[in-house]
C-alpha cells in the first residue's frame, strides 16, 4: 500500500519538475525578446546601461517619434510587406499547389527525374541563384519595383511547399480521383473540385510559412528595392542605424520592431490550431 502512495506521490513531483523544466528553458528563451519590448519603453540614454526589464522610466517617446522619423509614417512601409506578403502567399498557393499536383497525380515523361531534381534545389541556397536572377530583372527594368520578389512565386519556386503538398496529395485515396472521372471529369476539374478543397490543412500551412518568410525577408528586397518609398517594414528598420557616425537611433529602432512584430504574434495566436493541424497531416510529424 506505502509503495502504490509513494508512485502516486512521485508522478506529481516528475510532473512538476518537468514543466518547471520547461517553464525556465521558456524564460530563458524568451529574455531577449521581453528585454526588447521592455527596452522600447525606455529612454535611449539608459536602454544599455539597464538589462533588466525596470520600467521606472516608462515612455512612449521611442514609439512616437519612431513613427515618423523615416520621412512618411511607419505603416507605409508595413503595408508595403503586407502588399508583397499577399501576393506571394496567393502566388504561392496558385502555383505550388498544381506543381504538386502534377507530381502527385499525373503521370508524365522523366516525373520522377523531375520530381528529384526539385528536392535536389532544397539544399541550393538563395544566394546561388540571387544574381542571374538580379540580372534578368535588371535587364527588364523591374529592379527597385516589387516583381522580382513576388513573380517567381507564380511559377512554383519554392520546393519546400512543393513537398510538403505533395506528400498531403498522395495521402488522399485515389478512389475520389475515380469516381469524378468516372462522372466526367478531367484532371483540372479533379484538382479544383477535389484534390484542391481537401488540401486546405496543408494550404493554410502554406500560407502561413509564406506570410513569415516573405515579412521577414530582408536580404532579397535589400538587393532589389533602392528607393526608399519602395521599402519593406526590414528595410525601413535598417534605417534607423546609422553604420557611419554610430548615433543609431536604438529606441526607435526598438519601438519600431516591436510594432513589426505584432503582425507575427497576431497571425500565430489566430492559426496556431491550424498550423499543428497542417504539420500534423502534411508528413512533416516526427
Request: proline share 5%; glycine share 4%; aromatic share 16%.
Given at each position: ?32 525578446l521581453l ?142 480521383d475515380h ?99 497542417g504539420i ?7
Open positions: 500500500m506505502s509503495t502504490i502512495t509513494d508512485i502516486n506521490t512521485a508522478v506529481p513531483i516528475r510532473r512538476i519538475l518537468r514543466v518547471g523544466l520547461l517553464a525556465a528553458v521558456a524564460l530563458l528563451m524568451s529574455y531577449p528585454w526588447l519590448v521592455s527596452s522600447s519603453f525606455k529612454p535611449e540614454s539608459i536602454i544599455f546601461s539597464d538589462a533588466g526589464f525596470d520600467l521606472n522610466h516608462f515612455t512612449l517617446q521611442n514609439y512616437i517619434e519612431g513613427w515618423a522619423k523615416l520621412g512618411m509614417p511607419f505603416g507605409v512601409f508595413m503595408l508595403d510587406s503586407a502588399f508583397i506578403c499577399l501576393l506571394a502567399i496567393l502566388g504561392n498557393l496558385f502555383s505550388c499547389s498544381l506543381a504538386a499536383y502534377a507530381f502527385a497525380r499525373l503521370q508524365f515523361p522523366f516525373s520522377k527525374t523531375a520530381f528529384a531534381i526539385m528536392l535536389v534545389t532544397l539544399m541550393l541556397p538563395m544566394h546561388v541563384t540571387i544574381l542571374p536572377q538580379y540580372i534578368a530583372f535588371q535587364s527588364v527594368g523591374a529592379v527597385n519595383t516589387v516583381l522580382p520578389l513576388v513573380l517567381p512565386k507564380f511559377f512554383a519556386v519554392d520546393a519546400f511547399f512543393i513537398f510538403l503538398l505533395v506528400q498531403f496529395i498522395r495521402g488522399i485515396p485515389r478512389d475520389l469516381a469524378a472521372e468516372m462522372d466526367g471529369c478531367n484532371k483540372y476539374q479533379i484538382f479544383w473540385y477535389i484534390i484542391f478543397p481537401v488540401c486546405r490543412p496543408a494550404l493554410v500551412l502554406v500560407a502561413i510559412f509564406s506570410f513569415l518568410w516573405t515579412w521577414n525577408d530582408f536580404f532579397s528586397q535589400l538587393i532589389y528595392l533602392s528607393s526608399a518609398e519602395n521599402y519593406t517594414a526590414p528595410l525601413a528598420l535598417n534605417l534607423f542605424i546609422d553604420a557611419t557616425s554610430g548615433e543609431s537611433a536604438w529606441g526607435m529602432l526598438f519601438a519600431m520592431s516591436v510594432i513589426t512584430l505584432l503582425p507575427l504574434f497576431v497571425l500565430f495566436m489566430l492559426f496556431q490550431r491550424q498550423l499543428a493541424e500534423a497531416t502534411t508528413g512533416l510529424k516526427g
